[in-house]
Structure formats: C-alpha cells, structure tokens
C-alpha cells in the first residue's frame, strides 16, 4: 500500500470524529443559549410587569393627590376672608 493511502486512511476516522464532535459541541451550544434566553426573556418580562405595577399605582398616586389638592384649595377659598 502506497504512504499516501495509509496516512489518508489514518486520517480519515481523526476528521470525522472531529466533525462529530464540533456538531455534538455546536448544538449543545445552541441549546444552552436558547436556555438562556428563556431565562432572560422570563425575567424582562417579570420586569416589565412589575414597572408596569409601579407606573400604574403612580398614576393612582397623582389622581388621588390632584383629588386632595383640588379639596384643600376649595377649603382654602371658604375659610379665606374677602
């Protein structure tokens, strides 16, 4: 058998099982990322609900407080001397 052959056929099985490891490794990746951004897409929207909880009771928090200034400016008016 010629050298060329014998170290072609040697290196054959070397490259092939480094493509299937690259794949294996490639799709692990791809899963640990896709993982992740699960993870990552369950927090912002954590986030984005509790932002929006906080908006929402601020918004409560200035009606009821245009409420009582709108009050105490009325009691001002009745007890102010003309």
Do not use: C, G
């Not at 912002?44 to 601020?58: D, G, I, T």
Request: charged residues 35%.
């Amino acid at each position: 058998m010629p050298p060329e052959l014998i170290n072609l056929l040697i290196q054959l099985p070397i490259v092939a099982a480094f493509i299937i490891y690259s794949e294996r490794k490639d799709k692990q990746f791809i899963e640990a990322l896709r993982e992740q951004r699960l993870a990552d897409r369950e927090i912002m929207n954590k986030l984005l609900e509790r932002l929006n909880a906080l908006h929402n009771a601020h918004e409560e928090h200035d009606q009821r407080m245009t409420q009582a200034v709108v009050q105490m400016e009325e009691r001002t008016r009745r007890t102010r001397p003309r």
